[in-house]
């Protein structure tokens, strides 16, 4: 007697093997048979013309702050997502002593996009180290798997207090207490360590990020707490950009090739092209590749279409958000400024003004959005309104952006996005893809992925919430990478290759051996997919968060099944009450 069966399936394993046709056998949370399986079954998924996967594992998520409430962890549950890893960038909130709490709220706020009022009201704070931080996560039912890293920023205010918020070197007895902590906690079962080097992190105050500062001796010895292990691995954010005069290219990959050197432990780097330095991806590539020719194991984590922001008047930002005439009615709903908004008097006075500075002291608004506010003319060539015809269409041309759209309406920029922004009832999405699109398509993207030692990631899964839904990267690859962008007559993916990276790449980096496979003896996490009718439609702004915070969700179809440990998490694209996922300690499990 099964638990589960999968019948009449495609079955791609996640090893690269051809797909066949086959059934699937679940039993006691393990994949019991792959073949006849011609015992019964408690529940059989008749899974013919869709496609039977191993889980996907998404290894850079932000949930670290949700998990602490949150049971069902949307978005990632939703795109076949059945391991998530948490504590990416270097940010996160553990370890952490009561006085410090704000203070990384305020960087998480800013870092990642998350309300600071849902994270107050949402985090139960019932913890101090990072040990207990694992055991008071793990005591709260979840859909899926998630494993965490020891974030750099929480562990050098823990070390440093004050002293860590500015540009101050820490010195030998902090590298020795951080280098403490984290060994600490990689013995308690965290998955690795991460940290953030970019210089568009800041906290919500606009300061640097703690970890932004770090020097060559504190990343060697930190990463020196991994010396003797057999598991756990290193991330690392870098911009490698040139935003401070001391920093440059070459000085921050050496940076980087010591920590990775030290930690003598697999690691991974983030890897995208950028307008302002756009060559460098091509560099780092060749860097890491020097390493892994020295023996060492770097994996670039590569995002499956451009890093970009949604912007609109129910988002976090929008272009019109520093016109004087909009400042007036920015607190009011979103209905009762369409309303206003669509008023001919109010247009006319609005498209009349300048924009005046939002960022500055007091404010939480980043310098950067004066700055794409101060540009908007020239960025908005690059920005699409996000239509659903079908499908959502990452990789549009010129002629389909705002100032394309305005040349062929004859009317200036600002009005043609001062409408489209009032389209679909003030709900309409605009599109900027701020990185991997300087040439205005993904082809050098293909290239990033199809790198051999390229991994899936960047989602930042339950983090931007109000500005971005990259936790649909995993059904996004699937669809567009080996499907829809075909019709293009662009380079493709192979499907198989697709699933390979998404499942059992992500697990072998990981170290996990007990998942990312279709195979018998491994753990039950299954994906059922209607792979021919699988399809992304546009975010939406939903409040759902704690002290009613919102958040971007982006609907999907074709997920007939995702399963957990045997346990349905998904069916038919909703969720279940089931709550199988576990905290994944490394070296234990």
Not at 268 to 282: E, H, N, V
Not at 347 to 363: H, N, V, Y
Not at 530 to 551: C, T
Request: hydrophobic letters at 40%; charged letters at 25%.
């Amino acid at each position: 007697m099964f638990d589960i069966k999968i019948i009449n399936g495609s079955v791609i394993d996640g090893a690269g093997a051809d797909p066949r046709v086959t059934n699937v056998g679940i039993s006691d949370g393990l994949i019991v048979e792959v073949g006849d399986c011609l015992g019964e079954a408690k529940r059989v998924i008749d899974a013919k013309g869709a496609i039977v996967t191993p889980g996907f594992i998404d290894v850079h998520t932000h949930y670290d702050g949700q998990i602490s409430w949150d049971e069902e962890l949307q978005p990632s549950i939703n795109h076949g997502v059945t391991t998530a890893v948490m504590g990416n960038c270097g940010v996160g909130f553990a370890p952490c002593k009561a006085e410090d709490r704000d203070r990384l709220i305020r960087l998480m706020e800013g870092v990642e996009d998350i309300p600071g009022t849902a994270l107050h009201e949402g985090i139960q704070w019932d913890w101090e180290s990072f040990p207990e931080y694992m055991d008071a996560i793990e005591k709260k039912p979840h859909t899926i798997d998630y494993a965490v890293m020891i974030p750099h920023d929480p562990l050098r205010v823990f070390a440093m207090g004050d002293r860590a918020m500015f540009d101050e070197p820490a010195n030998e007895e902090d590298i020795a207490t951080m280098q403490s902590i984290v060994r600490e906690a990689m013995e308690a079962g965290a998955i690795g360590f991460s940290t953030g080097r970019s210089d568009s992190h800041k906290t919500a105050d606009g300061d640097w990020t703690p970890a932004s500062e770090a020097s060559r001796e504190e990343l060697v010895g930190i990463a020196k707490a991994f010396n003797g292990l057999d598991y756990g691995v290193l991330q690392a954010v870098n911009d490698f950009d040139m935003v401070r005069p001391e920093d440059n290219f070459d000085n921050e990959f050496e940076l980087m090739e010591a920590y990775f050197k030290a930690g003598g432990r697999p690691g991974s780097m983030s890897l995208m092209q950028r307008d302002y330095a756009p060559d460098d991806w091509i560099k780092i590539i060749a860097g890491s590749e020097k390493l892994n020719e020295e023996g060492l194991d770097i994996r670039v984590q590569v995002a499956p279409r451009a890093i970009g922001v949604f912007n609109g008047l129910n988002c976090t930002f929008h272009p019109l958000m520093g016109h004087p005439s909009y400042l007036s009615i920015r607190e009011k709903s979103l209905s009762e400024r369409v309303a206003i908004m669509r008023d001919p008097q109010f247009r006319a006075q609005l498209l009349s003004e300048s924009p005046i500075t939002l960022a500055g002291p007091g404010s939480s608004v980043p310098p950067l959005v004066d700055m794409m506010i101060a540009q908007f003319p020239e960025l908005a060539e690059k920005i699409f309104k996000l239509d659903y015809d079908g499908e959502v269409d990452y990789e549009q041309g010129n002629e389909t952006s705002i100032a394309g759209r305005a040349r062929a309406d004859e009317v200036s920029i600002w009005e043609k996005v001062y409408d489209l922004m009032l389209e679909d009832e003030g709900n309409a999405l605009l599109y900027f893809p701020v990185f991997n699109y300087t040439e205005m398509n993904y082809d050098n993207v293909y290239t990033m992925l199809t790198h051999p030692k390229a991994l899936p990631g960047l989602s930042d899964g339950g983090a931007h919430v109000g500005t971005i839904c990259d936790a649909s990267f995993p059904t996004y690859l699937l669809s567009y990478w080996t499907r829809d962008r075909a019709r293009k007559n662009r380079s493709c993916i192979e499907l198989t290759r697709a699933v390979q990276m998404l499942t059992s790449d992500g697990a072998d980096y990981l170290g996990l051996k007990d998942r990312g496979l279709i195979a018998v003896g491994l753990k039950a996490d299954v994906n059922v997919i209607d792979y021919e009718n699988l399809n992304l439609g546009v975010p939406k702004m939903v409040q759902d968060l704690p002290a009613g915070g919102q958040r971007l969700l982006q609907p999907v179809a074709g997920y007939k099944a995702v399963i957990v440990s045997g346990e349905v998490v998904i069916d038919n694209d909703l969720i279940t009450n089931a709550r199988p996922g576990k905290l994944v300690r490394a070296g234990q499990d």
